[in-house]
């Protein structure tokens, strides 16, 4: 009776936050911890929480394309985890050859065209990881509705620290202009095919840390963090839209934040910056509250004629 009234009570929750949800981040990312203390706690080794982890991972890429979530990056295995002992990485990559194909096989990645990638130091691994990876990648190439990052042998800091030594070989041979260096300038040498700013990154397992996961990616976009405590195998589509849910009130925080400092601008009246200051709170009006907006309209009035993209009744022009 009380496994039954849970599960009802878990629906009923989902069916409101779905509700609640309006928009979706484009990129997700996720920190997928707590296969081994999973399977620990129900008397398994750690390949039992692997494959119990991969149930989850199948149906994460069902619950994104719910929302219309555009990427996924999954943090499948650092290079931290080379450290760890054969019996455990060995029965892994096993996992790994056998799912990346059946995923690059599967009808539903191609029906809904799902470009399957690795990104990491791939080089470190074993061959028939490698075989695997180029199988999923070339089977899904074309695609581009929906991107699968599977990080591989991966170590953000790492990335980084190679591609600017790529950049520094690139000056040093005079490719490269070092006052033409820019942000596209590292993130060509970052991956191969170009990656999404993430929006939002999740971690299961109860640890509150993002463990140098996509650095450039994530804290340059200054990404949403949701961090939850069940293990990666009995992470639900509630515990995901909790996370989109904070991503959304993220989002929305930025706006107003952005929407405040454009009427402090207008209210001083720096000239220079007025453009832009309109610009902003004519994109962000709705953000304001409601003192923020009598600011807003007196200031409309001392003017005269109104901020610009902004009407007399105090709405956005189209």
Not at 144 to 159: P, T
Not at 183 to 205: C, F, H
Request: with cysteine; glycine share 6%; proline share 3%.
């Amino acid at each position: 009776m009380r496994r039954w009234l849970r599960r009802h009570v878990d629906a009923a929750y989902e069916r409101l936050l779905s509700r609640e949800i309006s928009g979706a981040p484009t990129h997700v990312a996720v920190i997928q911890d707590g296969n081994r203390r999973y399977a620990r706690r129900n008397g398994g080794d750690a390949h039992d929480g692997h494959r119990a982890g991969v149930e989850t991972t199948e149906r994460i890429l069902e619950w994104c394309h719910d929302v219309g979530v555009e990427e996924l990056t999954l943090y499948t295995f650092s290079t931290e985890n080379f450290d760890r002992p054969d019996e455990e990485t060995e029965p892994l990559f096993d996992l790994l050859c056998a799912k990346l194909r059946e995923f690059a096989d599967a009808d539903q990645v191609h029906d809904k065209e799902v470009c399957i990638r690795a990104i990491g130091e791939t080089e470190m691994l074993p061959e028939r990881v490698r075989d695997a990876v180029a199988y999923a990648e070339r089977r899904t190439r074309e695609y581009d509705r929906f991107v699968l990052n599977i990080a591989l042998a991966y170590g953000g800091r790492s990335r980084l620290l190679e591609a600017t030594r790529d950049v520094a070989t690139a000056v040093e041979n005079g490719e490269i202009d070092p006052d033409e260096i820019d942000v596209e300038t590292i993130e060509r040498r970052l991956y191969d095919r170009p990656v999404r700013d993430v929006d939002l990154i999740i971690r299961t397992g109860g640890d509150e840390r993002t463990s140098n996961f996509l650095p450039w990616h994530a804290n340059g976009n200054e990404a949403a963090v949701f961090f939850c405590t069940p293990y990666w195998p009995e992470f639900s589509k509630t515990d995901f839209l909790r996370g989109i849910r904070t991503y959304e009130h993220r989002a929305e925080s930025w706006r107003r934040t952005r929407a405040r400092r454009a009427l402090a601008l207008l209210a001083a009246m720096g000239e220079s910056e007025l453009p832009e200051a309109r610009s902003i709170v004519d994109r962000f009006r709705d953000s304001l509250s409601t003192g923020d907006r009598s600011d807003l309209e007196a200031l409309e009035r001392a003017d005269g004629e109104g901020v610009d993209g902004i009407d007399s009744s105090g709405r956005a022009a189209d």
